[in-house]
């Protein structure tokens, strides 16, 4: 885009934003001649895709605003009325903009013919989902980021069926998109909490919650239990109030870390409110260390869809990885209640969900990342299985069918369930994994990212994963290659939910596996590794320790990978 272009293109922008602030930021760069931050902003749009709208929040098409969150709205309302409108539900979580992004929302939807109920106060996705699901609702808006970084916002959309939207419906609104003009001539309906339209109505929240907890999913509610003390942070966001009711609910004891209860936008004592990011649990540990008799720390993301547990270890507090916790809460839940159950999980998830589900007598899928993925895989199982509980290595878990998204609350509960059961037998949650170990074999997991900067590079990734498949690499780190699957090609073969991805997949014969896939929200090249070895090791400290050792086989092979791609390690 040339400059008289670019110009040209912020001039129609400030003409169509509805949003003075913004436009005067506009009108500053352009004042300026500040080109290069003008064409961060406008050389590109920001883009609809399975996972709606998430970006940094800022004046101009490639961020997020009210301009876009307007024109997005009104996108989506066309494609809703293409299937024949129906009832939508919209929430939102504490970020500084979301409550105007959700105003905007509802006046779009309303303006547009929908009837809309909305939440009028800072609400967990899982409860927006769950709403959705309950009200039959033809589709439903949540103004979050989860967890993000705190100048970032986002726009998640759920589908008819309860579960984030996946194609073609994505294609379709993305178009329905394209064709609104400027967002300053969008219909909106001017609308607040004191005085709704007949088409807007306020969702008692309070009362929707409790709907929740009495279909909470509870797997062997009948065992011997005894209440633990937990150690729980929202981490600035909005699961405060509600996972903590939900604790109490199932009989434990909650001690709050209080810096970090009440929702905020800021995130004032983190730097990225994610609880996989080092540092983040920082100020729950120092909680939990002023009393030896607490059980687990217990964390969600801001927007309380994932799930964090820490659990006390030979050398303090010892944070679970996804996959240890989506196999323990796996095995949990499957009790044999359901008759024909099934487990999921993302293709970048662990296997052993797979070993553990043949030895309960389940069937287990997998799925392309996201739980929009999960979930839809989990509807098209229906007829000959029931969904028992779904996980993505990235603390997702979805446990029951209540909600058909992760639920970092319901999944908290039923965790820290099998925490007490194992406690009344004596047993610590780092026994039961090894226990697991000992059935399955003992399994590890491993990321490494390679980061690319500069325009343009990510072009690179393409031709080294084509490079790769002509050219395979024997072995990786001294573990011999079987062979390689190249996700992109073959999707007739697979079900829907396990569809063309960019994605290798290296076999490592009965020692694992390692995938490589481009990151679909960050300029970088993702390895994951899953090694495994059988053991017999009786004490648990003893496989811990093993485990640390797999754990260093498998960064080196990550790094081998990388090394065979013609990257930097």
Sequence with gaps: MGRDELYAAAREWIEGDPDAATREVVEALLASGADRELADRFAGRLQFGTAGLRGEVGAGPNRMNRAVVIQATRGLAEHLREREGGLVVVGYDARLSSRRFME???????????????????????????????????????????????????????????????????????????????????????????????????????????????????????????????????????????????????????????????????????????????????????VASRDTSFDLVIANDPDADRLSVSVPGPGGWRSLTGNQIGVLLADWCLDGTAANPVVLNSVVSSPMLGRIAQLRGAAWATTLTGFKWIWNAALDLAADHDFVMGYEEALGYSVGPAVRDKDGMSAALVFADMAAAGKAAGESVLDRLAGLYRQAGLWTSTQHSVRFEGVGAMDEIEPALDSLLEDPPDQLAGIAVTGITDYRRGAAERPRYLGATPLLEIDLGESGRCLIRPSGTEPKLKIYVDLTEPTDLMDTARIMEAESELQESAQLVAKGAAAALGFAS
């Design 104 to 286: 905007d929302s509802v006046g779009v939807l309303a303006a547009a013919g929908f009837q809309v109920r909305y939440f009028d106060v800072p609400t967990p996705t899982p409860l927006v989902a769950f709403a959705a699901l309950r009200l039959d609702a033809a589709a439903a808006i949540v103004v979050t980021a989860s967890h993000n970084p705190p100048q970032d916002n986002g726009y998640k959309v759920y589908a008819a069926n309860g579960a984030q939207i996946v194609p073609p419906d994505d294609e379709s609104i993305a178009a329905e998109i394209e064709k609104v003009g400027p967002a300053r001539l969008v219909p909106r309906i001017r609308w607040n909490s004191t005085a709704d339209s007949d088409l807007c109505t306020a969702l008692d929240a309070a009362s929707v919650f409790e709907q929740y907890l009495d279909v909470l999913q509870r797997p062997r509610s009948g065992e011997e239990k005894v209440a633990l003390r937990i150690v729980y942070t929202p981490l600035h966001g909005v699961g405060g109030f509600y996972t903590e009711a939900v604790l109490k609910h199932g009989g434990h004891e909650v001690v709050p870390v209080l810096t970090q209860f009440e929702p905020d936008g800021r995130f004032p004592t983190v730097d990225f409110p994610n609880p996989e990011e080092p540092g983040a649990l920082d100020e729950a540990f120092a």
